[in-house]
């Protein structure tokens, strides 16, 4: 059964910081692309940041370049996502998932393949 467990969300001031953590179990991690996507309440899920399995590239959505890092244990079947210099419309669930695609990092999010549950950011102003 593939499992995916995100941590790490909660209430933040603007500016402030925040990693979240996503453990994953099920599968054969290191062939699996993760990825974060997060969604505002009325909004469509969009995605934020994503990495390979194997040679850890990155991809960054605008709004996250230059102020999200994503990276991976593949030794502990972790992905992270920190988010510094947070602003309130940063405030969303946050998922991750992931993606046995041959074709690099892709950011439609009908595209992965399995899902966490989510985790809560609020960023107050």
């Known amino acids: 059964q593939v499992q995916l467990v995100e941590s790490g969300g909660g209430r933040v001031q603007a500016g402030g910081s925040l990693e979240l953590s996503c453990v994953v179990s099920?599968?054969?991690?290191?062939?699996?692309?993760m990825g974060w996507f997060r969604q505002a309440q009325g909004k469509e899920r969009e995605f934020v940041a994503g990495?390979?399995?194997?040679?850890?590239?990155?991809t960054y959505a605008d709004s996250a370049q230059g102020r999200f890092i994503i990276s991976r244990d593949n030794s502990k079947n972790t992905v992270h996502l920190q988010m510094n210099s947070l602003k309130p419309e940063d405030t969303a669930f946050y998922y991750c998932?992931?993606?046995?695609?041959?074709?690099?990092?892709?950011?439609?999010?009908?595209?992965?393949?399995?899902w966490g549950h989510g985790t809560q950011v609020i960023v107050s102003s």
């Open positions: 998932a992931a993606d046995l695609g041959v074709m690099g990092i892709r950011t439609l999010s009908r595209m992965y393949d399995y």
């Open positions: 099920g599968l054969d991690f290191s062939r699996y692309a």
């Open positions: 990495i390979s399995g194997s040679d850890y590239r990155t």
